[in-house]
């Protein structure tokens, strides 16, 4: 039942990353089915690395992996570059960062301060939302009037947002499942729904050897390894929070192993996903509410989890099925995560204070960052590399952080736990 429900809390922040990006770079159904099926079992493959931990791989913690919602912008700028070869090129590529870097966690937060982490989430929120506006103004369905999407994101988002109010810890945990019941019921009613296009007659959708090729571009290295790097200070957050829940120190030699641990899996899974046509992977946050709920924080759960992540990738059926979802629910769904992914962005920030040297920071950096994109003629003509960091306002925003953070008096590294 607790491994039910763990999996419960990830499936849809799993399955959402590949289907936003297949609204807004028009996959053909089958190839969004694939990339629904291989998020879960990438999930299945992290999961079940962080939760054996074979040798100095994974946390040894109930921790759990799923797609991550962090590089759906640079993802999309390698789609308009180089189509599906180069998304999964630069994925596969800068997925080894994370490997190389694991064993120097403690000096890399002294340079990644909460400071410099929050101005990049936040960076990534605020890049994303305009994108999940793509699913509420599309047809909702066959027949369906132009106002029909909005009307079905308000039902979700309505939903969900009585669920959060309703003061019960079962409600919060499934306030989004609920709100994607309340909008399949309305297309529902309203003969919105469409049945997903049928498939190959195959009953196992067997993973394919880089199924779309292979491409690469200097010019989107720094964004996506800037990110890789923001994902693994979100993922030791994570796994700290993790461990605090499960009465472990969070400070120490045996700590800093669990966290190296976990960012090599983390590592790891996104590599063997690019390899397989699955996106990169992350250790999540949500499932620490379901262990605060059950109590439970076993690692025992984690292979009966992980089995039940590899069934829903491997039958074929249920990638189709999920890709018919209506765009207006999903864009009602992405318009809360990414202003959420903002939101933690804004936390990160007030956890290192926004005193006057702070302000400036995050203002200079997200001036870079939210400015230069929307001049993407003038950019273009800039000398390489210059434009390779401006090009991403993630990669760009985030150094300007990264930089004046280093230059700038008055700023003190904030480091957590103990160095091993």
Known sequence: MVAVQQVAAMVVGTITP??????????????????????????????????????PVGSGLLSVTGTSFSFLQPLILASQAGGLAMMFGLSMV?????????????????????????????LIGLSLIPSAMYGIVAPAGPGAPSWAGGLVAAVVIAVVLAAQAAGRRWTRLASVLLGLGAGYLV????????????????????PRWMPHGFAFSWSLVVPFAFIYLVSLLEAMGDMTATAQLSGLPTE???????????VLADGLTSFASALFGGFPSTTYAQNNGVIQI????????????????ALLGIFPAVGRWVTAMPPAILGALALMLFGLVAVSGLRLIAVAGLGQRSALIV??????????????????????????????????????????????????????????
């Not at 969004?32 to 291989?38: D, G, I, L, P, Q």
């Not at 297309?187 to 067997?206: E, N, Q, R, S, Y």
């Not at 059950?294 to 992540?309: I, Y």
């Open 18 to 55: 590949p289907l936003i990006l297949a609204g807004i770079l028009k996959w053909r159904p089958e190839d969004t089915a694939y990339f629904v099926s291989m998020a879960f079992l990438a999930s299945a493959l992290g999961t079940l690395l962080q939760t054996l931990r074979p040798g």
């Open 94 to 122: 800068t997925a080894p960062l994370q490997l190389v870097l694991a064993p120097f966690l403690p000096k890399l937060q002294r340079v990644f301060t909460p400071l410099v982490s929050g101005v990049v989430v936040l």
């Open 187 to 206: 297309c529902g009613l309203a003969g919105w729904l469409t049945v997903p296009a049928p498939g190959d007659d195959a009953w196992i959708a067997w």
């Open 252 to 262: 120490g030699k045996a700590h800093w192993a669990r966290l190296r641990g976990g």
């Open 294 to 309: 059950t109590g439970v924080a076993s690692r025992r759960v984690g292979p009966l989890m992980a089995a039940m992540l």
């Open 363 to 420: 203002a200079l950096s997200l001036a870079v960052g939210l400015g230069a994109p929307s001049q993407a003629e003038w950019v273009k003509g800039l000398p390489e590399v210059i434009r390779v960091f401006l090009e991403s306002g993630i990669a760009a925003g985030g150094l300007v952080a990264l930089v004046l953070n280093l230059l700038l008096p008055g700023g003190r590294p904030q480091v957590s736990g103990q160095n091993p």
